[in-house]
C-alpha cells in the first residue's frame, strides 16, 4: 500500500510540473516541434515542414473564400486588419512580433479560431508547422 501511494504521489507531482512548465514561454521554434511530433504521429511518410508550402497555404483562398492574408496580409511583418471587426492584429510572423507563438495554448486557440473561419475545418499539424515555418523564415 505504502508503494502505491508514492507512486500516486509521483505521478501528482510530475503531471504538476507538466502542467506548470507547459504554461511557461516558448519560443516558436519549441512549438513547431510540438507540430513534428503532431506530424510524424499522423503520417508516417512525414518528411518535414517546408516554407515554400506554407507560404503557398498562407495566400491561398479556401473554403470561406479567405485565406490567412486576407487578415494577416500578404506581408505578415505588417500589421492586418481582421475583415469583419476591423479590428488591427499584430504582425504575425516572430521576426516583427517576438510575443508570436510564445504561448501554445494561445497558438493552439488562434489556430483553432482560425483554420475553422478560413478552412471550415481544423488544419493539420503539417499545415501549421509549414505556415509556421514560413512566418519563421521571414526576413525584413
Known amino acids: 500500500m505504502r508503494k502505491i501511494g508514492l507512486v500516486i504521489g509521483l505521478l501528482i507531482m510530475v503531471s504538476q510540473g507538466l502542467s506548470a512548465s507547459s504554461a511557461?514561454?516558448?519560443?516558436?521554434?519549441?512549438?513547431?516541434k510540438g507540430f513534428e511530433a503532431a506530424a510524424r504521429d499522423g503520417a508516417s511518410g512525414f518528411s518535414g515542414f517546408s516554407a515554400q508550402r506554407g507560404e503557398l497555404f498562407f495566400k491561398a483562398r479556401h473554403g470561406n473564400d479567405?485565406?490567412?492574408?486576407?487578415?494577416?496580409?500578404?506581408n505578415p511583418l505588417t500589421l492586418g486588419r481582421h475583415v469583419k471587426t476591423g479590428k488591427?492584429?499584430?504582425?504575425?510572423?516572430?521576426?516583427?512580433?517576438?510575443?508570436?507563438?510564445?504561448?501554445?495554448?494561445?497558438?493552439?486557440k488562434w489556430f483553432k479560431r482560425n483554420c475553422n473561419d478560413v478552412l471550415n475545418r481544423p488544419c493539420t499539424a503539417r499545415e501549421?508547422?509549414?505556415?509556421l515555418e514560413y512566418l519563421i523564415s521571414l526576413k525584413q
Request: with cysteine; aromatic share 4%; glycine share 2%.
Open 24 to 32: 511557461s514561454a516558448a519560443t516558436p521554434v519549441e512549438i513547431q
Open 66 to 74: 479567405w485565406s490567412c492574408d486576407t487578415c494577416h496580409t500578404a
Open 88 to 108: 488591427e492584429i499584430a504582425p504575425l510572423a516572430p521576426l516583427a512580433n517576438p510575443q508570436r507563438f510564445t504561448d501554445a495554448a494561445k497558438v493552439d
Open 128 to 131: 501549421k508547422g509549414d505556415v
